[in-house]
């Protein structure tokens, strides 16, 4: 009877009832054991790689068994919203190959259990509040935060256990008196739930990722919704992911800490609890230690870093998938063509401790991916990031499409592709020589060449050049240079008598390297210099004689 009453006390407004809602919200059409996963952030306009390692995670488990991916918007912290974050999540996602099956949209929503933004779902929270408090399993709390820290520090004097709870839940047995007084007069509260008695009991749970987890049981009277009315995590969380029928929840195993409340809130509700995968923290090593990433140190952390960096989506999945799962690089030497969607995902392969976040490895990975691109593809790929990131790259590329797309084509394909660029931006300063206006003297000529030799080389080159040789004919020329200046026409040669030459035909052919692209390192000069065309080709030797 009292506990009607307290109902009817906190909840005025609420006329609904769970059923009402269990029967707005039926169990899901789908093939047996499809799973229901979901991305939940909050719209803070901030999306970083965690939330790329869980939604992949969350996107594979769910379209790799038929089921469903839906998007979430956890906004009940209103400090923390930021106006058009829900868009950036979306796009973001999309770009790295990421799309929603249902869920929040950047206006509106798609599917049959929204609202899918927490915030309008205010309603559905209080009605199972309400019911938890006819049940005699929550209560009004009307503490102010300066009687909580005084709790706090008289806790920390009997060096106590921190919190609400047993005989520090000082609202535990509030009479509906006491409250509806309390509430007369202004005073607002918060909803508490009734926690078991402190008993030190432990429970055990099956945890995806990290097997058979046993944690002590909760003692504390958690908040259930706050003074206006909006739910904490814990409980939004059990509501949500009961009626949406989230079958999997994948999240940072920071929850894990908190994970015995939420058991504790499914039992209470009387509901299954969804199997749980928490995931490790992404780390890096800064310097030989290992630590977490950081927003404001790392700028790999921010997705849109990939973006503007011109990493490609495909290449970065590639990637986060070798740390996703620890048996994927194996599937991938096995299957090198196979498109990584048909790769079996299992949160049985994922790491406990700490996932390392390598962007060395990621650079490997990405030049590994690039080299097996086809020049077109690679000049559409780099035109479209050029378009958006680089103005001046991108009408450089657009000149003349013809020779960009030779520039690109140069050690492309064969059996041993070269592995030059792991990202467009990348590709800017490695294909830049081939264009004038950004052509500059980046390197030194060879130490061991003397200007003399250096000059006559270039002059002799000049003399000598056709721009129909072939690659042979044009290096044999290259070689008779060199040898009547006392070059040896053959490296080995020159180590086995280095006393009987002054250098080695690659000595001489790195003279001609620095004049055709200002560095001493990169692709075959031969092949450089059939896509700069003879025009431009003599140029530069001729300015490099100068
Ligand atoms: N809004 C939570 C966060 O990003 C989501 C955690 C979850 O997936 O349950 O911190």
Redesign the pocket.
Known sequence: MNNEKMAKLLFPNIDKTPDYYENLYPERNLPEGAKVTRL???PTGFIHLGNLFGAICDERLAHLSGGVFYLRI?DTDNKREVPGAVEVVINTLRYFGVEFDEGALKDGEKGDYGPYRQRERAEIYQTFAKDLVLRGLAYPCFCTEEELTAMREKQTELKENFGYYGKWAVHRNITFEEAEKNINEGKSFVLRFRAPEPSGKTFTIEDAIRGKLTMPQNEQDVVLLKSDGIPT?HFA?VIDDHLMKTTH?V?GEE?LATLPIHVQLFEAMGWRAPIYCHTAQLMKIDNGVKRKLSKRKDPELSLDYYKSEGYLPGAVWEYMMTVLNSNYEEWRKENPEANVREFEFTTKKMGISGSLFDIDKLNDVSKNYLATLDADTVYNYICEWAKECDEEYYKLLCEDEEFSKGMIAIGRGGEKPRKDISCWKQSKDFYSFFFDTLFKMEEDYPENVCEEDRKIILEKYLETYDHADDQSTWFGKIRAIGEELGYAPQPKLYKKNPELYKGHVGDVSCVIRVAITGRTNSPDIWCIQQVLGEKRTIERIKNAIK
């Open positions: 939940g952030p909050s956890e995590y969380h929840v999240r929850w």
